[in-house]
């Protein structure tokens, strides 16, 4: 199977056609109790721009046709179901205490703090086992060390997550030097959509190949972008169009790129950080349209 077909500029649409088939047909394979299967799929459902399940295609497009995609339509599946159990969480009152999500209610407010709670919990222990498991398997068979190698990707990035998440709280009505800032977001961020592309990587290159540094430099350039974009975005958009609160960081003070180096700054730090994630895709010298299509729509998107 090969994800994505068309290179034009519908790439984002088609990963989330993609992954929202892929993520409903992987809820249905688990009984859950209620309310904790309504909250469950109030949590993955309900949209968002599934940036990391469309990194991941990307990725599996430098080598078209690989028989391996089985795994990576798994490792995009996964790496949402992290990414969405991170909001709840995160949204909680304990947390940002936030109450809108993708134009929704946030879990929180709409299920309650016991069941969102849990709700993150279960996804955690759902994306893993899908990784493991057979879904989306066809005509071959996916060698174990590259689901293994996915595992440990995606364990290490969720434990980097959470890190960056405990030190961005601690900095709250803080100031704090650049340095600093970039190890918050390197991990809170940048991990998961580092593994993302990673754990697609190795589905279609071979260990050592120099392929794989090129692509943990990009992952390593766009995840950090993405932060200072959604910096940048909560200054600049309006909560109608950011589907959840603007302005949300200012009135707790966190510790953002533009309060540390102003906003015309910080708009310039995103391109730059953008023109290394670039460089590094200019290693290949085909099949990377699509990566290259994903990273231009994190640079100029408006919510």
Same mark, same amino acid.
């Given at each position: ?31 859950? %109790? ?11 459902? /309900? ?6 399940? @469309?990194?991941?295609?990307?990725? @599996?497009? /430098?080598?078209?046709?690989? %028989? ?6 798994? @490792? ?16 909680? %009152? ?53 689901? =293994?190698? #996915? ?63 090129? =692509?943990?430099?990009?992952?390593? @350039? ?10 940048? /975005? ?23 790129? %533009? ?5 015309? #700054? ?38």
């Amino acid at each position: 199977m090969t994800i994505l077909l068309n290179l034009n500029a519908e790439v984002l649409q088609q990963a989330q056609q993609q992954i929202q088939q892929d993520l409903q047909v992987a809820l249905d394979g688990f009984s859950l %109790p209620e309310p904790l299967k309504a909250a469950v799929h109030h949590t993955v459902m /309900l949209g968002g721009k599934r940036v990391r399940p @469309a990194l991941c295609y990307a990725t @599996a497009q /430098l080598k078209a046709n690989h %028989p391996n995609y089985a795994a990576v339509r798994r @490792a995009a599946v996964a790496i949402e179901l992290i990414h969405c159990y991170s909001l709840a969480h995160d949204d909680l %009152p304990c947390m940002d205490n936030d109450l809108l999500r993708r134009g929704q209610p946030t879990c929180h407010v709409a299920y309650g703090e016991d069941t969102a709670l849990l709700a993150g919990d279960i996804l955690q222990s759902m994306a893993f086992e899908i990784l493991g498991s057979r879904l989306f398997d066809q005509m071959h068979s996916v060698p174990a060390a590259i689901v =293994l190698k #996915q595992m440990q990707l995606l364990a290490t990035a969720s434990s980097k997550m959470v890190c960056g998440q405990v030190l961005d709280l601690q900095a709250e009505g803080r100031r704090v030097d650049q340095a600093h800032l970039e190890e918050i977001h390197r991990n809170k961020t940048g991990a998961l959509i580092q593994a993302a592309i990673m754990m697609a990587a190795v589905t279609i290159f071979e260990t050592g190949d120099p392929a794989i540094v090129q =692509l943990r430099n990009f992952g390593l @350039a766009i995840g950090l972008a993405f932060q200072v974009q959604d910096d940048i /975005l909560d200054i600049t958009a309006e909560t109608a169009v950011l589907g959840k609160t603007a302005g949300k960081d200012q009135q707790v003070e966190k510790s953002t790129y %533009p309060a540390l180096m102003g906003l015309e #700054q910080a708009q310039q730090y995103a391109q730059q950080l953008h023109d290394q994630a670039f460089s590094a895709l200019a290693y290949f010298e085909t099949g990377a349209e699509q990566l290259h299509q994903v990273s231009q729509f994190l640079l100029e998107r408006q919510s």
